[in-house]
C-alpha cells in the first residue's frame, strides 16, 4: 500500500473513533442537560427542551406545600445521620484501631457482612414492625438512628484503616504531656484523620439523600418526609408525571448534594501533612 | 529536679518476651545519662518504662523521691522527645511546642508567649508559623526539643534523639544537646544504639545487653576498663582485639606471641586477652614481649591508620598506626601492648578477671 493511503486510512480510523465517543458523550450528557435545562422551560417535558427561559416552574415548586420543606428535612435527616455516623465510627474505629482484643477482624467483617442486612430490603419488615411496636413511626430521630445504624459497620471499616495510619508516637507523645484520652482524640488523631472524617460525612450524607424506602416506610406524614420520598408524589390524579414540579424539584434537590462536596473538599481538602521524619 | 531511681524492675510482654530482666539503677540528679546497647537489648523498653508507656511487670520506677510505678504518663511529670520526634502535623511550630501547656489548660496567650520564649532560644523564632513538614529534620529536632523544654519537667527522655539526623548534622546536634542539658540542669536519660554518641555526649552510660545492665560507668570507665567481653567488643570505633590466651608461668600465650601476665593467675588458665588497637604500638622490628603477624589490611581512619596484622589461623590483631607510617602488605609486623592497657577476661565471653 502507498503511503498516501496509509495516512487516509488512519485518518478515517481516527474520525470514526471520534464520531464514537462523541454519541456517547451525548448519550449520558443528555439527562444532565435535560436536569438543567428543563426548569427554565415554558413546557417541561421528557425532551430536552428548546431554548426558552422561565421561572415560573419554580413559582409552581414554591407553591407546593411539601416540595421545599422536604428539602428541609433531607437536609435534618442527612445531617443529623452525618453527625451520628462520624461521632460513632470515629471513635468505635479508634477504639478498634488500638485497643487489642481476639478476633478483632473476624467481628468487624461480621458486622460489615451483616451490615447490608440491616438498612437492607430484607430487615424491612422486622425494623417497620420493631418501632411501630416501639411507637416510633414518624419519629425523624428514629430515622436517622436507623440510618445511622446501617452505616455504622462500613464507616467503622474505613475510619480504622485511617486511624491506623496515625503514628502512636503522636499519641504517646500527648500522654507523656499529660493528655487524656479523650484530648487526644480530639487535639491529636481526629484532626489528623480529618481527611477521612470528612469522607465518611460525605458520603453518609450523599447516602441518606438519595436513600428513599427506609424514609418511606417508616414516615407518613408528608410534613417530615424527605425530598426522596415527596419526589414521589409529584403525579396529577391520572398518574401523569408534573413535569414542572419534577424538574425544578429535580435540580433543587441535587444542589445540596454538589455544594457539600464542593465546601468539603475546599475546607478539609483530601490531603495527609506528614509529621513523622522518615 | 530529680534523680531517676529504678529497682528490680521487670517487663515481661504478653507472650513471654522479658525486654527488661531484674534492673537496678540510679540516675543522680542533673546527670546525662545514655542508655547504651545493639538494637533488642531492651534499652528503649526501659525508658518507656520510665516515661510510664509501658507498665512494669515487676519492681519500683521512683523519679525524685516520688513512687511513680503505677502512675499514668501524665502524672509523672517528666518529657519525651521520640525518635521521629512525633511533631503534630496539623498544628505550627507555635502550636506545636505550645502544646504540654495546653494540656495544662493555660490561657493561650501566655501559652504563646512562653512557646516564643523557648522557641527563640532554640533559634526557632523565625519558624513559629510554620509546619512539621515545612521543616529540615534539624529544626524538627529542635521543636521536638522545644516543646519537651517547655514542659519544664523533673526529667528528659530521648530516644534515639539523634537517629533521624544525617552524619555532619548529627555531630553539631550532639554538641548542642548536651550544651542545652548542662544550661537546663534537667536530669536527662537517653536510649542509643551508638557508642560513639553515648561516650561523647554522657556523663555516665549503662550498657545494656539482652534485657540486662552490663555495665554502669563514666565514658572513660567504661572505654578504659570494659566489664564484660560483650562491653570491650560493643564499645570503641574501632573494635577491641579479643584473642584467646594461656597462662603459663605469669606469661600469657597467644597465637601471635607471649606477653607478661598483668594478674596473678594460676597455669593453664585459658582467659581473653583485650587490648584496643589504639592502645598497640607498632614496630616493623622483631620486639620482646609483642603480639607478630603479616600486614594484612590497612585501613584509613584520617589522622591515623588501622593495620590488621594477620596471625596464622588465629584471631587478626589490630593496631592504630600513625599517619604517615603505614606498613606495607605482606610484611611482617610487631604490636606492643601500652603498659597497663592488656585486660583479661575469663574466656568464653566472660568478666573482667584483671
Known sequence: MSAPAVLARRAMARVGLYVFVGLVLVFFALPLVWLVTTPFARTPSYRVPAPSFTLHNFRILWDNPYAVRSIGNSLVLAGGTAVLAVVFAGTAAYALSRVRLPGRDAVLYAVLLLSSIVTGTAAMVPIFLMLFQLDLIDNRLALVLVLTGGLLPSAMFILKDFMDTVPRSYEESARVFGASPFQILRHVVAPVVRPGLATIAVWAVVQVWGNFLLPYILLHDPAKQPAAVIMYTFYDEGGQPNFALISTFSLLYSVPVVLCYLVVNRRYGFRFQGGIKG | ?354
Open chain 2, 1 to 354: 529536679m530529680a534523680g531517676i531511681g529504678l529497682s528490680g524492675v521487670t517487663k515481661t510482654y504478653p507472650g513471654g518476651v522479658t525486654a527488661v530482666d531484674g534492673l537496678d539503677l540510679t540516675v543522680h540528679d542533673g546527670e546525662f545519662f545514655a542508655l547504651l546497647g545493639p538494637s533488642g537489648c531492651g534499652k528503649t523498653t526501659l525508658l518507656r518504662t520510665i516515661a510510664g508507656l509501658e507498665q512494669a511487670s515487676a519492681g519500683t520506677v521512683s523519679i525524685g523521691d516520688r513512687d511513680v510505678t503505677r502512675l499514668a504518663p501524665g502524672q509523672r511529670d517528666v518529657a519525651m522527645v521520640f525518635q521521629d520526634y512525633a511533631l503534630f502535623p496539623h498544628m505550627t511550630v507555635l502550636d506545636n511546642i505550645a502544646y504540654p501547656l495546653r494540656v495544662k489548660r493555660i490561657p493561650r496567650a501566655a501559652r504563646h508567649d512562653r512557646a516564643r520564649e523557648v522557641g527563640a532560644g532554640l533559634d526557632l523564632a523565625d519558624l513559629m508559623a510554620r509546619r512539621p513538614a515545612e521543616l529540615s529534620g534539624g529544626q524538627q529536632q529542635r521543636v521536638a526539643l522545644a516543646r519537651a523544654v517547655v514542659a519544664h519537667p523533673k526529667a528528659f527522655l530521648f530516644d534515639e534523639p539523634l537517629s533521624n539526623l544525617d552524619a555532619r548534622l548529627r555531630l553539631s546536634a550532639r554538641t548542642f544537646l548536651k550544651r542545652l542539658q548542662r544550661d537546663l540542669g534537667i536530669t536527662t536519660v537517653f536510649v542509643t544504639h551508638d557508642q560513639a554518641e553515648a561516650l561523647a555526649m554522657a556523663d555516665r552510660i549503662a550498657v545494656m545487653d539482652a534485657g540486662r545492665i552490663r555495665q554502669v560507668g563514666t565514658p572513660r570507665e567504661v572505654f578504659g576498663r570494659p566489664a564484660t567481653s560483650f562491653v570491650a567488643h560493643f564499645i570503641g570505633s574501632t573494635p577491641m582485639n579479643l584473642l584467646d590466651a594461656t597462662v603459663t608461668g605469669g606469661r600469657l600465650t597467644l597465637a601471635a606471641g607471649t606477653l607478661p601476665c598483668p594478674a596473678d593467675l594460676p597455669d593453664d588458665t585459658r582467659v581473653t586477652v583485650g587490648i584496643r588497637p589504639e592502645y598497640l604500638t607498632y614496630s616493623k622490628d622483631p620486639v620482646e614481649d609483642a603480639l607478630a603477624g603479616t600486614v594484612g589490611i590497612v585501613e584509613h581512619l584520617g589522622s591515623s591508620s588501622l593495620v590488621t596484622l594477620e596471625t596464622d589461623g588465629a584471631a587478626p590483631v589490630g593496631v592504630v598506626v600513625e599517619e604517615g607510617a603505614e606498613p606495607e602488605p605482606g610484611t611482617r609486623g610487631w604490636a606492643v601492648p601500652r603498659p597497663g592497657r592488656v585486660l583479661l577476661y575469663r574466656a568464653g565471653g566472660g568478666d573482667l578477671l584483671a
